[in-house]
T-cell receptor, first 113, second 111 residues
Framework: NAGVTQTPKFQVLKTGQSMTLQCAQDMNHEYMSWYRQDPGMGLRLIHYSVGAGITDQGEVPNGYNVSRSTTEDFPLRLLSAAPSQTSVYFC????????????FGSGTRLTVV | LAKTTQPISMDSYEGQEVNITCSHNNIATNDYITWYQQFPSQGPRFIIQGYKTKVTNEVASLFIPADRKSSTLSLPRVSLSDTAVYYCLVGDGGGYQKVTFGTGTKLQVIP
């Protein structure tokens, strides 16, 4: 049981490049989400999904796209990287109605130069 | 979406009990209260969740008064390894659809 797996762990991009951050979970969780965390700050929600084929925006969605074609995977796409997107990105998942809370991945540290 | 307010930071000596209070004045009837712990360079980790009164597990206790407008996370006899940021969240118990973490409380345990 791997939990939530994020790849890559580290990435450096040039301004304007695009890339996809991968997130996979093997717990059959309905809910998945992406957060970004900037130095000294809490986690801000980018996008979330309550099931395959259903996604919605969080509080900071601009510059990011998501899709959820399967229950297991929830990739985050950066369309045209900007230095303001330098951050640590966390993927999380949970059951819809259980008191276990979220399970988080170990994060992807992204630097845009 | 219920907003939460926590102290920005706290210091405690090893072996002491630490209580971190979270204010959530506009909590909804079906909202649960959940606490997470985050170490540097790691994702947050679920600690405890409750709806009312008191919940205890092997790691912490959670005290929720009758009006549910606040909650207190209690960590018994903290050690240096409890130095972390603690987040209080309010939402509908499991798959919160739109939850923000805020800035949390940075707990520093002193030897």
């Amino acid at each position: 049981n791997a939990g939530v797996t994020q790849t890559p762990k580290f990435q450096v991009l040039k301004t304007g490049q695009s890339m996809t951050l991968q997130c996979a979970q093997d717990m059959n969780h309905e809910y998945m989400s992406w957060y970004r965390q900037d130095p000294g700050m809490g986690l801000r929600l980018i996008h979330y999904s309550v099931g395959a084929g259903i996604t919605d925006q969080g509080e900071v969605p601009n510059g990011y796209n998501v899709s959820r074609s399967t229950t297991e995977d929830f990739p985050l796409r950066l369309l045209s990287a900007a230095p303001s997107q330098t951050s640590v990105y966390f993927c999380a998942s949970s059951y819809r109605y259980r008191g276990d809370g979220y399970t988080f991945g170990s994060g992807t540290r992204l630097t845009v130069v | 979406l219920a907003k939460t307010t926590q102290p920005i930071s706290m210091d405690s000596y090893e072996g002491q009990e630490v209580n971190i209070t979270c204010s959530h004045n506009n909590i909804a009837t079906n909202d649960y209260i959940t606490w997470y712990q985050q170490f540097p360079s790691q994702g947050p980790r679920f600690i405890i969740q409750g709806y009312k009164t008191k919940v205890t597990n092997e790691v912490a206790s959670l005290f929720i008064p009758a009006d549910r407008k606040s909650s207190t996370l209690s960590l018994p006899r903290v050690s240096l390894s409890d130095t972390a940021v603690y987040y209080c969240l309010v939402g509908d118990g499991g798959g919160y659809q739109k939850v923000t973490f805020g800035t949390g409380t940075k707990l520093q345990v002193i030897p």
